[in-house]
Nanobody, 121 residues
Framework: QVQLQESGPGLVKPSQTLSLTCTVSGASITTIDYAWSWIRQPPGKGLEWMAVIAFDGSTYYSPSLKSRASISRDTSENQFSLQLSSVTPEDTAVYYC?????????????WGQGTQVTVSS
């Protein structure tokens, strides 16, 4: 069974860097067809796609976040991470990691439960 689990700080101060990690079990992050995304949902708003790292390590970012976001992976730990710099209260959201099937269904088929991040001094 595939499981994704987000981890990170619940509270971050403005201007700091937010670091989140997604630990994947039941599937390898290097398997062809899989891409691993970070998606967030601010309070009262819809889902916002942030970044993705594919099975081969290639990365893609939302244009609105590209200057502040960095996605990476640790294949030995089967984890992928997101760093978001210079956070503001507008970055307050529930952050999710999710798996995307690039070649078959082209859908998100597994999601983490989400982790609440609040940006406040």
């Amino acid at each position: 069974q595939v499981q994704l689990q987000e981890s990170g700080p619940g509270l971050v101060k403005p201007s700091q860097t937010l670091s989140l990690t997604c630990t994947v079990s039941g599937a390898s992050i290097t398997t062809i067809d899989y891409a691993w995304s970070w998606i967030r949902q601010p309070p009262g708003k819809g889902l916002e796609w942030m970044a993705v790292i594919a099975f081969d390590g290639s990365t893609y970012y939302s244009p609105s976040l590209k200057s502040r976001a960095s996605i990476s992976r640790d294949t030995s730990e089967n984890q992928f991470s997101l760093q978001l710099s210079s956070v503001t209260p507008e970055d307050t959201a529930v952050y999710y990691c999710a798996r995307y099937r690039t070649m078959t269904s082209q859908t998100y088929d597994y999601w983490g439960q989400g982790t609440q991040v609040t940006v406040s001094s």
